[in-house]
């Protein structure tokens, strides 16, 4: 045919040879071009196509897998099934089936990331075997653990000989690595001379290790627990560190004789070296150095106490007794310099407890002080005593110096006798002073108002006698008198008169009370009278008032000029004065 123009016949064309197609152009279509019984070419979707594969395939089942049989012939065979159970494990699984039994059967199982197992099922027994039977090498590459895991009651046999069952080698006649890569565990029996390799973490007994280490090497022993029993009577069980048997630290446990309890714990060192102190203990604790045993010394840097239930120090000095010999407490200060005056050699504190909280205040304490500065010709020293008042007051109360004087910063009360020397600038509060034996008094003279041999001092009281009154002036050619008659007593002769008796205070002393006895309770005035100085009576103040035969509170000092006028206003000649007490207390 030809083309001729843009006209188009329709005609039945019939072709009795090839017939081709030639510059044809890709087309999207979905039809392809049949050829019917008649010859007839004409068209027809592609999915209206069948295929029946039993034209070519033999055995067709369900997930079987297909294999070619020749070049146009397929079966789909027996004994191979591939399955995937989407939804359910989303496993993909390949099974090859036994042909003498098909519940015998190997399956490859594949599922999420690829993990694949292989199985080998025997239906009716347990024989279904894996060997991996290789014509080379098997590597097994693995980006994590390998495990061989038989189940138990098996075991996994290398070379028909070893086998490993519930972590148990057995069957192993020689191992002759050097250098263990990971854990040995468990037991190791047999002969062996050394176990080498920088980590051997599970060795949990070694019953015949009679040597540990290397001389010159470290031993690291890593553990929660380190025990070492020995149960065996007088076993004795004994650590020893050192170069040798003479030169050594040796910690014994001590059992009672013939028995396996504790008795004690030595501690004993052992040198060849023939210097003082070799062979000493030291303490540090965060690698300060807190103490030291010697010889025959025991010293600490720091403090040293003792807290229990009657908690004490002793030191028994155990040398036949003498005047040289016996316990001792040694205070030293040495900083490398001598001693300069007023420093302190030692001090003993006496502390305790002023709360519930462990909060401690010392309420005394003895200091040992230089009286002068220390050198190789002058060692003055002396002795402070310190006691405490009020809120953790402390005062100095005696001293005694190098010069062999006590002196006290307080009065002083002694029960007893003293015998020697007795030297004072001034004690203005002796109260009471017993039998002065021989001697010179070389102070100021005691008159008898300060002494008890005069009579008037007793006590804390000064006797008033009549003989210390005097009267006035009011009348003078009327003196006073004393009545030795029934009604005894001082009495005045004109009733213009007036008695008055003048007292002194001890020096130190003051008057507190004052008591006038009469035979009527009549007015008593007393004044605070100077020796240097005028005094009026009839303007001045008086310290106390009141009458005989009640007592009258006054509070007067003694002065080194001061002393007490005493006036009793009698009201008639027959008002008798017998005498009076005056009271006296310490300033």
Known sequence: MKWIGQHIYDYISRFRNDVYLEGISTSTETDMLVVDSNNKVSKRAIDAITVDVSDFMSNGLDNKVVTATGTDAMNAEAYLEFQND?????????????????????????????????????????????????????????????????????????????????????????????????????????????????????????????????????????????????????????????????????????????????????????????????????????????????????????????????????????????????????????????????????????????????????????????????????????LDFYTTDANASESKVLTLDSDKLATFTGAVTVTGNITGTLATASQPNITTVGTIGTGVWNGTKVTDIYTNSSGKRFGNTIKILPTDFMVNDDVLTEPLTFKDAANSGVAISNTASEMIAFITIPEGMKATALDIYSSNAKTVNVYDVEVDDTFNFNTASTVGTGNANTQITLDVDATATNYLAIIYVATATTNRVYGGLLTIAAQ
């Open 86 to 382: 989407a939804g359910e494990t989303d496993t993909s699984t390949l099974s090859l089936f036994s042909s003498q039994d098909v519940g015998d059967k190997f399956t490859i199982a594949t599922t999420t990331h690829g993990a694949t197992t292989l199985t080998t099922i025997d239906d009716d027994a347990t024989a279904a075997h894996f060997e991996v039977a290789a014509d080379g090498d098997i590597i097994l590459d693995s980006a994590g653990q390998i495990k061989l895991e038989p189940v138990a009651g098996n075991n996994i046999l290398l070379d028909g000989t070893i086998a490993v069952d519930a972590g148990v080698v057995t069957g192993a006649t020689s191992i002759t690595s050097t250098a263990f890569v990971g854990d040995v565990t468990g037991n190791t029996s047999g002969t062996a001379a050394t176990v080498t390799g920088a980590t051997q973490a599970a060795i949990t007994t070694l019953a015949g290790v009679t040597s540990l280490g290397a001389a010159g090497a470290t031993t690291d022993i890593a553990a929660g627990d380190l025990t070492m029993y020995n149960a065996v009577n007088d076993g004795n069980p004994t650590i020893s560190l050192g170069s040798s048997a003479t030169n050594r630290l040796e910690i014994k446990s001590v059992y009672n004789s013939g028995a396996t309890s504790l008795c004690d714990i030595d501690f004993t060192t052992y040198t060849s070296s023939g210097s003082s102190n070799d062979g000493r203990f030291n303490w540090y604790v965060d690698e300060v150095h807190l103490a030291v045993l010697n010889d025959n010394s025991f010293i600490t840097y720091g403090t040293i106490l003792s807290i229990d239930d009657g908690a004490q120090f002793g030191a028994t000095d155990t040398t036949a007794s003498s005047a040289t010999q016996g316990g001792r407490l040694f205070l030293a200060a040495n900083d490398g310099a001598a001693m300069g005056d007023d420093h302190r050699l030692g001090v003993i504190e006496f502390r305790g407890a002023e709360d519930a909280s462990s909060n401690f205040t010392i309420g005394a304490r003895i200091e040992a002080m230089c009286d002068a500065a220390w050198s190789a010709s002058e060692n003055g020293a002396r």
